[in-house]
């Protein structure tokens, strides 16, 4: 017998054609679409970043968290003290804000990595709550009322509107890829094995050789610091910051924790789907007013009883595919063929 | 030969319930070595200190002439501790193949190609290899079983440490175990085999262990420490 391990199928090479296609189309999206869906689809890409990386977290490293929002509004509030006062590019002021969120959640993950299971979210959404109201005491910020974005940094961007609009959705977009290739090739890599390991069985894999405690740092610490980056970009979008806005459990967390969990946690296809579906729901029913929380809450809770995995696991599992590879195939063949 | 684990003193309690009860003994390299003992006796609750999944409460293990008493999980395996489960833990999310990948990668600390061909290799030993593909949460308690023994293997251990993995057998599967135990003790891995199939055991072991209540009460060549009174009054109440 000969043995060949495979990890594309047909279906994951096509599924990733017709994707590439679709991100080239979307990258030439400024030419063709209109002011109001630019910003839409910027705010669909950011939104899905913060979707895939909390299904890193939750969904793979175990770290189920209800206090993201402490990271997205770290770095939207980096964006605007960093151009302000220290006056450098949004840009790098974004990317600075990212590793500096980085240095801030290793004495976090030191604080909560105490804490298992619910204490451990309770504990992300304190560590969240006591970044807002740190935030809201800095009356250079703005305090509890927050502040714009002064209109010269605006300007700093790009001259025009239009071009500021098309920047910012490059940055997204852009974001976006950087995120997601950066979790795919992660979940390809052997690293990507030890969390898959750690999604599955946690004890079990620590007598595997899995440096658990490790692996899961090194997760948070990364989602940390991306998360920052996208919480800089969504108040580059906004131009605007408030305590209130910055660290809304609601936006940034409540919404996402459904995104992932409609979609499937812990598979790669899943926080797409969500995010689709999420907005498609708020588009369509945004005129209801609080019934559609209503509604998002009512679809949660139907997914989650008819499809614990979501709606990709519902898909997979009945049809065995894969859009990104991350599966081995041991692929057998008789040596004795002819030729 | 020299030896390659040395446990001292080792206590362990939950409450009032002893698993480990001033516990000595030691394992030389190459060897085969039996444990048994009645339900409850502390067996399973041994292996956890040894690769350390539970924490002793005093005493000290030694591995390669090195205290790992305070080592990690982790670290004992990527050393080459591994262990079966009693009651299997698969990565259900995960198929076979890739299960026995996260030993090859995480413990033995093979890349790429090699990873896998040792993988494949591994998986071809143990009779699973028309499984590779399968789901781990779908097999049946036989498979996860062999599953067990597979992924302890593809860690590449210089101890193996297998916990009742005859049980639910037929007479020719259990023979077909035995043989494959005894290729592995012989290529130089060093086993100790807890196991309630008293034959398949004798089959095997050099040396014997008997546990009760977390305490050491017999130790020595197979067929004496079965003759022995303390032994047999253990096992009368059990089976
Ligand atoms: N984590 C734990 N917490 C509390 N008690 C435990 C724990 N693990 C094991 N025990 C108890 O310790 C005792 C020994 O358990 P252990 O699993 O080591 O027995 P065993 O010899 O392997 O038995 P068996 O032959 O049934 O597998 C049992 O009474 C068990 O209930
Ligand atoms: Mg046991």
Redesign the interface.
């Known amino acids: 017998?000969n043995?060949r391990?495979t990890r594309s199928s047909r279906f994951s090479n096509g599924a990733l054609a017709v994707l590439a296609l679709l991100v080239v189309v979307l990258l030439t999206a400024p030419w063709w679409a209109g002011r109001a869906e630019l910003r839409l689809f910027g705010e669909i890409y950011l939104y899905l970043s913060l979707a895939c990386l909390w299904n890193l977290m939750a969904g793979y490293a175990g770290l189920v968290s209800v206090g993201q929002q402490a990271y997205v509004g770290f770095g939207g509030y980096m964006l605007f003290a960093l151009t302000i006062y220290a006056g450098i590019h949004p840009v790098a002021a974004i990317i600075a804000g990212g590793l500096l969120a980085a240095a801030i959640s290793i004495p976090v993950a030191t604080l909560i990595f105490r804490l298992n299971g619910a204490y451990f979210a309770i504990g992300t959404w304190v560590v969240a709550e006591v970044f807002r109201l740190s935030f809201a005491q800095v009356s250079a910020l703005g305090g509890g009322s927050g502040s714009s974005l002064p209109v010269a940094i605006v300007k700093s961007l790009a001259d025009s509107r239009s071009a500021r609009e098309s920047l910012s959705y490059y940055l997204a977009i852009g974001s976006l890829i950087l995120v997601f290739a950066a979790i795919y090739f992660l979940l390809r890599s052997?690293r990507g094995?030890?969390l898959?390991?750690i999604?599955?069985?946690e004890?079990?894999?620590?007598?595997?050789?899995?440096?658990?405690w490790r692996t899961k740092l090194e997760i948070y610490v990364v989602t940390s610091a991306l998360t920052a980056i996208i919480g800089g970009l969504i108040f580059l979008q906004k131009l605007r910051i408030s305590p209130e806005a910055a660290f809304s459990v609601n936006d940034w967390t409540a919404f996402v924790i459904f995104i992932v969990v409609i979609g499937g946690i812990?598979t790669l296809e899943g926080p797409i789907i969500g995010t689709i579906i999420f907005f498609l729901l708020r588009e369509t029913l945004a005129d209801f007013g609080t019934t559609y929380l209503m509604i998002l809450g009512l679809v949660a809770i139907i997914v989650m009883i008819k499809a614990p995995k979501g709606l990709w696991g519902l898909i997979s599992q009945r049809y065995d595919l894969e859009i990104f590879p991350l599966?081995?195939?041991?692929q057998?063949s008789a040596t004795t063929e002819q030729g | 030969m020299s030896q390659l684990l040395a446990v001292n003193h080792l206590s362990k309690s939950f409450g009032a319930v002893v698993v480990a009860n001033d516990l000595s003994f030691s394992v030389t390299e190459g060897e085969a070595v039996g444990i048994l003992g009645p339900n409850g006796a502390g067996k399973t609750s041994l292996f956890n200190l040894l690769t350390g999944a539970l924490r002793a409460d005093n005493g000290t293990i030694e591995f390669c002439g090195k205290d790992i008493t305070h080592t990690p999980a982790a670290l004992r395996c990527k050393n080459g501790i591994a262990r079966s489960f009693q009651i299997p833990k698969p990565f259900v999310g995960m198929t076979v193949f890739e299960n026995c990948l996260v030993a090859a990668t995480q413990a033995a600390g093979l890349r790429g190609a090699r990873a896998r061909q040792h993988a494949i290799e591994v998986l071809n030993d143990t009779g699973l290899i028309d499984k590779a593909n399968h789901h781990a949460g779908k097999l049946t308690l036989l498979d996860r079983k062999r599953l067990e023994m597979a992924r302890a293997l593809s860690t590449r251990p210089s101890l193996l440490l297998l916990d009742e993995i005859a049980g639910g057998l037929t007479e020719a599967e259990c023979q077909t175990l035995i043989s494959s135990i005894k290729k592995i003790q012989s290529a130089g891995t060093t086993i100790i085999w807890i196991e309630h199939v008293v034959h398949a055991l004798l089959a095997v072991v050099e040396r014997l262990i008997v546990l009760d209540f977390g305490k050491k009460i017999a130790e020595g060549d197979p067929q004496t420490t079965m003759a022995q009174d303390a032994v047999k009054a253990v096992y009368l109440g059990v089976e």
């Open positions: 017998m043995t391990v052997n094995i030890a898959t390991a999604r599955d069985n004890s079990a894999a620590a007598e595997l050789g899995v440096n658990v812990g599966r081995y195939r041991v057998q």
